[in-house]
């Protein structure tokens, strides 16, 4: 069983890996953005950093289901 807890996006940065050199090339490097979006998100007073590679779509101010550091779906903001 996995526990998913919902949390809400502040900012969005590309960390590459530590000691990766990088791809060869500027479309190279564009290619992987992707892999190595990470977010700052807040679970109600508590700040992490969390994986995006999941979700490309993933903008700040989103809420999103994070389970052990990566965020795996985006979750509708509820008014009730």
């Given at each position: ?13 590309i960390?590459p ?20 979006r ?42 009730a």
């Amino acid at each position: 069983m996995c526990l998913a807890v919902p949390a809400r996006i502040l900012s969005i940065r590309i960390q590459p890996p530590a000691g990766d050199p990088g791809p060869a090339g500027a479309e190279a490097a564009a290619d992987d953005d992707g892999l190595w979006r990470m977010a700052e998100v807040d679970f109600g007073g508590v700040r992490q950093q969390v994986s995006l590679a999941c979700l490309p779509e993933a903008a700040v101010g989103d809420r999103v289901l994070v389970h052990v550091g990566l965020a795996l779906s985006l979750v509708e903001d509820d008014p009730a």
